[in-house]
């Protein structure tokens, strides 16, 4: 699934799309406690950045793209174009990230 190329473009440079499998979509919750919380407050935040949330973005991030290629190899699709990331809070200490975009099928130009 590695091989899955995932772009925000809604073309790839020297392929052409020759199907368009349907709209695929990877999310993940990342959840933060309030121990972490009042870690991050105290250990990591050095010039207005904290270590600790970056981190776990970073890991949403991954869980998403992982689970879009999942879906884009369901569909039987070697690429994923328009990709885009959406950032949710659901709730306090709770952070949805989303990515969606369409899956295709593709061949060398």
Not at 6 to 29: K, N, P
Not at 45 to 60: A, N, P
């Amino acid at each position: 699934m590695d091989d899955i190329t995932i772009a925000t473009t809604d073309e790839l440079d020297g392929r052409e799309v020759t199907e368009y499998c349907g709209i695929v979509t990877g999310e993940a919750v990342i959840g933060a406690n309030v121990v972490s919380d009042i870690a991050a407050g105290i250990r990591d935040v050095v010039g207005g950045r904290s270590g600790s949330y970056e981190r776990k973005i970073e890991t949403g991030r991954e869980e998403a793209i992982a689970d879009i290629r999942a879906e884009a190899a369901d569909l039987g699709a070697d690429a994923v174009v328009g990709a885009s990331f959406d950032y949710e809070e659901m709730a306090e200490g709770m952070l949805w990230v989303n990515l969606s975009g369409t899956a295709v099928k593709t061949r060398r130009r």
